[in-house]
């Protein structure tokens, strides 16, 4: 699906253009977001930096091709939890508190990094840039509490999205989320891969002569000529839940965020292809008994263990739609299609139980911030069918209101079979109902 998405967008957007380069300067920060599958304690998102400099050639007027030479520290730590224990012999008339509390954990990698990346920027003055890509990592230095030899590279996936600005013909200012996901094992106690979310800012320089002015204003004048090419900046809300069998009652469903940008390509006045790129936060609520912190899994041994827990299961998804628009100044659409999404990183946070009966009478309460990575597939597919409405703003701006429901066809539980009791839920899909707001304006 990825491809045929980047050759339409190609196909559409090649154009004679002069060649550029630029080059510049990056500074910003990262959240560290470990990937991996620890169960046993909270991994605290730290600080750390990031600073370098990039180089962009870009051959037409809405891509072109990236790369930079950074440096960067992603600190992670590990507090593992905190047991406040209940505990009532019957020879005793009072109760008991006992905490513990165990030693944190902390790991300190320091990178030089090269990234590649393929960028979509949209033909405005205010530029709108999307990128992906891959990136290769060394690592020149390092600590760790339990004394391992991490890895000396790593590599993975980088994502981003930002906004550009020119302040002159040969300066631009800009600003980049990022997310990166890396593929190297280096926490071998809980198969940890390196991630991070990053914020960067910038200054560009456009090195061979100025920057020619083939941007659009940001209200341009109506023109006779038919737009056949949309771009909108959307955002809003999901309300998700899954299909899981054995405990119908205790899966909920759960809110979470939404956000993105989505291009429609006009085939005629009223079809359309339309596709894009979005965050969704999915996930699930779940309040049983089980044996297990996120999914339904018996408890089969003398003890009662109840779960309050929220799954949150974030996502960069792509869909391929058919848009059939309707109606006179007030305009009506109806898509439908297929997504394809990549998991960034899954979690599970709440409160657990554990209930002890025999001689004694024990109560553990435990605080739950489990990644669950390792149980959850990397990717996930289904179907959409969602429909909405678009308010004229300004000449052929548009503010698009929409709602569109999303149904898994893809188990995405993987998890180890010897966890699992008799009759647990091994199956998981996806749904969720997801409503948005966006910005719609022309680009070609």
């Not at 439908?336 to 209930?355: D, I, P």
């Not at 309460?365 to 959409?384: A, L, R």
């Not at 009759?423 to 969720?432: C, E, I, Q, R, V």
Request: proline fraction near 4%; charged fraction near 15%.
């Amino acid at each position: 699906m990825k491809p045929l998405i980047i050759i339409l967008f190609l196909i559409i957007s090649v154009q004679c253009y002069s060649q550029k380069f630029s080059v510049g300067i990056l500074n910003g920060v990262n959240r560290s977001n470990i990937n991996g599958n620890q169960e046993s304690g909270r991994w605290m998102n730290k600080p750390g930096p990031v600073s370098g400099i990039f180089f962009n050639y870009s051959p037409f007027q809405m891509w072109s091709i990236q790369t930079e030479i950074s440096k960067m520290t992603i600190y992670y730590e590990e507090k593992t939890y905190y047991y406040p224990i209940y505990w009532l012999d019957k020879s005793l008339s009072a109760n008991s508190i006992m905490p513990y509390y165990y030693m944190n954990h902390n790991w300190n990698y320091s990178f030089y990094r090269i990234p590649f990346q393929l960028k979509f920027s949209t033909p405005t003055r205010i530029k709108f840039n999307l990128s992906a890509g891959i990136y290769f990592s060394y690592r020149y230095d390092y600590s760790e509490s339990l004394n391992n030899t991490p890895p000396k590279h790593d590599f993975g996936y980088i994502y981003s999205a930002g906004f550009s600005y020119p302040i002159t013909n040969s300066l631009k200012v800009f600003v980049d989320g990022r997310y990166t996901i890396g593929r190297k094992v280096f926490i071998d106690q809980i198969n940890g891969r390196n991630g991070t979310a990053e914020m960067i800012f910038g200054i560009g320089y456009y090195a061979f002569g100025k920057r020619k002015n083939h941007s659009k204003d940001f209200f341009p004048s109506d023109s006779s000529n038919r737009q056949v090419l949309f771009l909108t900046y959307k955002g809003g809300f999901s309300e998700s839940s899954n299909n899981g069998h054995q405990s119908r009652n205790g899966y909920s469903s759960n809110g979470g965020f939404i956000g993105g940008v989505s291009f429609d390509y006009y085939l005629n006045k009223n079809f359309a292809i339309s596709s894009g790129l979005t965050f969704e936060q999915k996930g699930y609520r779940f309040k049983d008994s089980s044996a297990t912190r996120f999914i339904y899994n018996p408890v089969n041994y003398p003890a009662s263990i109840y779960n309050n827990c929220k799954v949150d299961i974030n996502y960069i998804v792509i869909p391929l739609l058919l848009k059939l628009k309707f109606g006179g100044k007030l305009k009506y659409y109806i898509n439908g299609g297929l997504y394809s999404g990549l998991r960034l990183n899954a979690r599970v946070t709440g409160k657990s139980k554990l209930e002890l009966r025999g001689e004694s009478y024990t109560l553990n309460e435990y605080t739950v911030y489990d990644d669950i990575d390792g149980n959850i597939k990397d990717n996930d597919w289904g179907w959409v069918l969602g429909g909405g409405i678009l308010i004229p703003f300004y000449n052929k701006y548009s503010l698009e209101i929409g709602c569109n429901y999303n149904s898994g066809w893809k188990n995405i539980l993987d998890v180890q079979p010897s966890i699992l009791n008799s009759g647990a839920d091994k199956t998981l899909k996806n749904k969720s109902l997801n409503f948005t707001v966006g910005f719609q304006i022309p680009i070609l």
